[in-house]
């Protein structure tokens, strides 16, 4: 079958904190992740809740070597370096990970 190359932003801190371990659960079983830091949607930052706590819980749980992409204007070109002809690219978020699509397509990715 083919792949799945997830590009995942999360939404909210209070959200990954309460969602953390399900994120860990669900993330990995795609076959290739690449995580960006929380949309913050106004909440202040909490420690351990953040994008890259959630990679790195995702990296422990051992099924990927999720890719952590810490500006959502380089996750495009993340997306680029990491999937294959064939691979379906999948991009999720409630923040600005949503303009994404389009700039991969820019950039030749054939969104």
Do not use: N, W
Not at 12 to 34: I, S
Not at 51 to 67: T, W
Not at 80 to 100: F, H, K, T, W
């Amino acid at each position: 079958g083919r792949r799945l190359v997830l590009a995942f932003q999360p939404h909210r801190y209070t959200r990954t904190r309460d969602c953390f371990e399900d994120f860990v659960k669900v993330l990995g079983h795609a076959d290739a992740v690449l995580l960006g830091e929380v949309y913050s949607a106004g909440e202040a930052p909490i420690v351990a809740a953040d994008g890259r706590s959630l990679a790195r819980a995702v990296r422990v749980a051992g099924k990927i070597e999720p890719v952590f992409v810490g500006e959502i204007s380089g996750m495009p070109e993340a997306i680029l370096e990491a999937a294959r002809d064939g691979d379906v690219v999948m991009c999720m978020g409630a923040g600005s990970i949503g303009g994404v699509p389009a700039k991969l397509a820019e950039q030749g990715g054939g969104a």
